[in-house]
């Protein structure tokens, strides 16, 4: 058995999240997360250096997190490559924009599944980002019976031991079900 310690170790699965701000001028920003997770019912806690994203986080209270697929890597790591206080990141990867329906952020139409968050707390020591989801808004390309099918989504992962995004595999098991045969 091999032995890695400390900045070396892997864990997963890591998220690949996509989150988009305004500025306090109204200009659409964003950047690739990969340090998430959802906290609660309703809830999304992320883990962020300082950035242009979480500076527009405190002035707007408000932000969107994407969720990055198979179809979006590049646009996607683009995000987390450039740094938004040099340039404007929306126009220069050609995305397309539009104003959340309920939250003061911007959705950006190339990601099929998008939440729409309100700030809950920050914290600038640790850069703990706890938001409360508002809503979620999916493309009907990704819908199966009304519900989001990953198989059609094809979200990715970041693979921290080789650098690269992976995509989010199938279904091998049910969860609250599959457990219950060894349950006495």
Same mark, same amino acid.
């Given at each position: 058995?091999?032995?890695?310690?400390? =900045?070396?170790?892997?864990?997963?699965?890591?998220?690949?999240?996509?989150?988009?701000?305004?500025?306090?001028?109204?200009?659409?920003? &964003?950047?690739?997360?990969? #340090?998430?997770?959802?906290?609660?019912?309703?809830?999304?806690?992320?883990?962020?250096?300082?950035?242009?994203?979480?500076?527009?986080?405190?002035? %707007? +209270?408000?932000?969107?997190?994407?969720?990055?697929?198979?179809?979006?890597?590049?646009?996607?790591?683009?995000?987390?490559?450039?740094?938004?206080?040099?340039?404007?990141?929306?126009?220069?990867?050609?995305?397309?924009?539009?104003? $959340?329906?309920?939250?003061?952020?911007?959705?950006?139409?190339?990601?099929?599944?998008?939440?729409?968050?309100?700030? =809950?707390? #920050?914290?600038?020591?640790?850069?703990?980002?706890?938001?409360?989801?508002? %809503?979620?808004?999916?493309?009907?390309?990704?819908?199966?019976?009304?519900?989001?099918?990953?198989?059609?989504?094809?979200?990715?992962?970041?693979? &921290? $031991?080789?650098? %690269?995004? +992976?995509?989010?595999?199938?279904?091998?098991?049910?969860?609250?079900?599959?457990?219950?045969?060894?349950?006495?």
């Amino acid at each position: 058995m091999k032995e890695f310690s400390g =900045k070396k170790s892997v864990i997963t699965p890591e998220g690949v999240f996509i989150i988009g701000t305004y500025d306090e001028n109204g200009i659409p920003n &964003a950047m690739n997360a990969a #340090w998430g997770q959802q906290s609660d019912y309703g809830e999304i806690t992320l883990f962020l250096g300082k950035h242009k994203t979480t500076e527009n986080i405190k002035k %707007t +209270r408000a932000f969107t997190v994407a969720m990055a697929t198979k179809d979006t890597v590049v646009i996607s790591d683009y995000f987390g490559v450039e740094t938004g206080s040099k340039v404007n990141k929306i126009e220069k990867a050609g995305v397309h924009v539009h104003k $959340a329906a309920h939250v003061n952020a911007p959705i950006i139409e190339e990601y099929p599944l998008t939440l729409e968050c309100e700030l =809950k707390s #920050w914290d600038d020591a640790t850069g703990i980002l706890v938001g409360t989801i508002v %809503t979620s808004q999916a493309d009907d390309s990704i819908l199966t019976d009304g519900k989001v099918d990953l198989d059609k989504m094809q979200p990715i992962m970041f693979d &921290a $031991a080789t650098s %690269t995004y +992976r995509v989010i595999g199938p279904v091998v098991g049910k969860a609250f079900h599959d457990g219950l045969q060894l349950k006495g």
